[in-house]
């Protein structure tokens, strides 16, 4: 059983910065790769940034240049420093995490979401 825990999230001013956090725990084999998704209101869920285990990173365009993915493997978490925050970052920030819970099985696993709210 595997559990993903988020926090970090909250309002902010447009140009303000916020760090979300997400801890994996439970039956843990290998994580393969963790990111971050965000969704707002009548959009759909979007793949903002990831970072496998070995530490290569992706993220969308839109966030190049501002965000930074990073992981504690040790400790099982991602974080998401977010910084140059625009009010089009608004959404949910939904945790995700590519995890082997033995060395035959796979799954995803997904937080529980946290609200981040960038006003103008």
């Known amino acids: 059983q595997v559990q993903l825990v988020e926090s970090g999230g909250g309002l902010v001013q447009a140009g303000g910065s916020l760090r979300v956090s997400c801890a994996a725990s439970?039956?843990?084999?290998?994580?393969?790769?963790m990111g971050w998704y965000r969704q707002a209101p009548g959009k759909q869920r979007e793949l903002v940034a990831s970072?496998?285990?070995?530490?290569?990173?992706d993220y969308v365009n839109s966030v190049k240049g501002r965000f930074t993915i990073s992981r504690d493997n040790a400790k099982n978490t991602v974080y998401l420093q977010m910084n140059s925050l625009k009010p089009e970052d608004t959404a949910v920030y939904y945790c995700?995490?590519?995890?082997?819970?033995?060395?035959?099985?796979?799954?995803?696993?997904w937080g529980q979401g946290t609200q981040v709210t960038v006003s103008s």
């Open positions: 439970g039956s843990i084999f290998s994580i393969n790769a």
């Open positions: 970072i496998t285990y070995g530490g290569i990173t």
């Open positions: 995700n995490a590519r995890i082997k819970t033995n060395p035959f099985r796979t799954h995803d696993y």
